[in-house]
């Protein structure tokens, strides 16, 4: 019984805050379900609303055009390659493809760019200016991924694969360091 009490103690300012929290999103559902109907016949404009009027939306698309504009589709084609099963590794990287398109056109009506990270030039150049710093490692992982995956089993274990892999660590850790993310 002890216990049960210490546990309910300790855990109530975390109960305290949940509760607080559920009563925060049940007082703007009537603003919800008013945008819901006002909006009803065109929900762009109400993502373009919500993007202009709460913090927590605009930082959730902020952030996903963010890693739209670093994504490279010519490199991510680069690593499908490695794939040795095509047709799979081609159906999977057209889904990708497919969802990357919907995503940037989702992102660019409710920001009302027409280019992405339009409104950000330094972030959009600083982008423009690492990416050929960047691309090589990419290029250099991609070989060393497909020297490791070329070496016969016994061998996978061995000197030549060690240096791959230090090879490909060095690469994770510097594009991970370009893009200023954890890659």
């Known amino acids: 019984i002890m216990l049960t009490v ?8 975390l109960t305290h805050k949940s509760f607080k929290s559920m009563k925060e999103m049940q007082a703007i559902q009537p603003l919800l379900r008013a945008l819901r109907i006002q909006y009803k016949d065109n929900p762009k404009n109400l993502q373009s609303e919500m993007y202009s009027a709460w913090p927590f939306f605009r930082a959730l698309v902020n952030n ?29 990287f057209d889904r990708i493809r497919e969802e990357y398109d919907r995503t940037r056109e989702a992102v660019l009506a409710i920001t009302g760019q027409s280019e ?19 691309d090589p490692l990419n290029y ?44």
């Not at 339009?118 to 690492?130: E, K, P």
């Open 64 to 92: 996903a055009e963010m890693s739209l504009v670093k994504a490279d589709l010519g490199i991510a084609a680069l690593y499908s390659n490695l794939v040795p099963e095509r047709a799979l590794a081609q159906t999977i």
């Open 6 to 13: 210490v546990i309910k103690v300790l855990t109530l300012p």
């Open 140 to 183: 250099i992982q991609v070989e060393m991924l497909r020297r490791l995956r070329a070496l016969p089993e016994a061998e996978r274990e061995g000197m030549e694969a060690e240096s791959l892999r230090e090879v490909i660590v060095l690469t994770i850790n510097g594009i991970a360091s370009g893009l200023k993310n954890t890659g």
């Open 116 to 134: 992405l990270m339009s409104t950000q030039t330094v972030i959009q150049r600083s982008v423009q200016r690492r990416n050929p710093y960047v």
